[in-house]
């Protein structure tokens, strides 16, 4: 592998990132943020694409912020590090705000340790699929901090307050079972099958529909802030949308002729 942070890889219609750090355990550094940041912006805006996976190179998809990296602001004044840490912040959450609102369903292919912003960066991604040997942590609170990343975000729905609570409070760490059945992730597979699982998850949304698995996503992440009224507006939109395109002939046609649809 090269010396990037992250590479990127494309497959037809399907981008891979893969964070590249796995001597750090992926942990997070200024360099692999900017590469975050600049990768999900452009893959977000990218048409081509219809699915994109993130995984982790090593043994590990990610341990969290790179603490080293934290160490060497020990000795600036604390006002100083408030505000040079609130600024890094805002950077990471650039990157996680664009993978909630790109169009494109995201997986996290995750084994090993996932921990700190790995365990929120999971939870940004639409879909989460985690071998046998993956461990979750939330861990800010062992090193004096507050989550990042959406992490206070996405537990409470996911998970429900109350586990919410203990995973951020208490962090714990879980095992992949545990996760599963929390409903973090989708689904556990030994980690020998991870790579092809994923590969056929992600293939079968790259040859979906395209308008209607992004409208799904986008309708799915709005829901909890909208009224039922909003939503089934909403939906309605959606629905007359989505069959006014090609994909939705092609669907009807296959059901018809007892076939496999070929969407565009």
Do not use: W
Not at 28 to 41: C, G, Y
Not at 98 to 106: A, L, N
Not at 113 to 133: E, P, R, T, W
Not at 139 to 160: E, K, N, Q, S, W
């Amino acid at each position: 592998m090269t010396g990037d942070p992250i590479l990127l890889a494309h497959d037809g219609a399907i981008a891979t990132l893969t964070l590249n750090r796995p001597d750090s355990l992926n942990s997070l550094d200024p360099a692999m943020l900017d590469a975050l940041v600049a990768h999900t912006i452009a893959l977000g805006s990218d048409d081509s694409v219809r699915c994109i996976v993130i995984r982790g190179a090593g043994r590990h998809f990610m341990a969290g912020g790179d603490i080293r990296t934290f160490a060497t602001s020990l000795g600036a004044p604390p006002a100083q590090r408030q505000q040079a840490f609130a600024g890094i912040v805002q950077r990471v959450h650039a990157a996680v705000e664009t993978i909630y609102r790109m169009p494109h369903p995201v997986i996290a292919a995750v084994h090993g340790a996932v921990a700190g912003f790995g365990l929120s960066l999971m939870c940004a991604c639409d879909l989460a699929v985690a071998a046998d040997s993956s461990y979750f942590t939330s861990a800010y609170r062992h090193i004096g901090l507050t989550p990042d990343g959406g992490a206070t975000f996405a537990l409470p729905r996911i998970v429900g307050v109350k586990k919410a609570m203990e995973i951020v409070l208490l962090g714990e760490r879980f095992g992949a079972d545990e996760a599963l059945r929390l409903g973090l992730i989708n689904r556990v597979v030994p980690e020998a099958e991870l790579g092809a699982v994923v590969e056929k998850l992600a293939a079968a949304l790259a040859s979906g529909p395209a308008l209607a698995l992004r409208n799904g996503k986008r309708l799915i992440n709005q829901s909890l802030a909208a009224s039922l009224s909003m939503q089934l507006d909403a939906e309605a939109k959606s629905f007359g949308a989505c069959s006014a395109t090609p994909d939705f002939v092609e669907g009807i046609g296959a059901f018809l002729d007892k076939r496999t649809p070929r969407f565009d």
